[in-house]
Each structure stands twice: as structure tokens, then as C-alpha cells.
């Protein structure tokens, strides 16, 4: 199977805002890569197969950081 490829839009303010989101997709077990740009105010998420959408999600909004939107593999999700 392929790798995934989710991007979100995350409500952050400040380098440390995008800190925190790095720090935890950092941790997340299947991460691939990752770039959080403060200045689009996005997070793109390249995972294993075995990561679901909604552990990604999940991991961000653990951050106390809003989502405002998901996509996984160009399909627009819920968040």
C-alpha cells in the first residue's frame, strides 16, 4: 500500500504554536515526514499506511490548537 498524505489548517499564532505540532508529529509512531508552516498555517503529514487519519488528527488536537480543516489523500475529511 501507499503512504498517506494528510494536510490540515491549524489555527497558529506563534513559532511556538507550530513548535508544539512538530513536537507531537515528531513522537507519532509511522510518520514519514511532516512540514508545519506558521505562515500558511498548515500541517502536511506523510505516514505510514498503518496511520489512520484520525490519529493524525488526534495528535494535532492534543496540542490545544484548532483545525479548521483535513484532508487525507486530497479528499477533504471531517474534522
Do not use: W
Request: negative net charge; contains cysteine.
Amino acid at each position: 500500500m501507499a503512504d498517506h498524505q494528510y494536510k490540515f489548517d491549524v489555527s497558529m499564532s506563534c513559532g511556538g504554536c507550530s513548535g508544539a505540532v512538530e513536537r507531537v508529529l515528531k513522537k507519532l509512531e509511522g510518520v514519514k515526514s511532516y512540514e508545519v508552516s506558521l505562515e500558511s498555517q498548515t500541517a502536511t503529514v506523510v505516514t505510514d499506511p498503518s496511520v489512520a487519519y484520525d490519529t493524525v488528527l488526534a495528535t494535532i488536537k492534543k496540542t490545544g490548537k484548532t483545525v479548521n480543516s483535513g484532508e487525507a489523500d486530497g479528499q477533504p475529511m471531517s474534522v
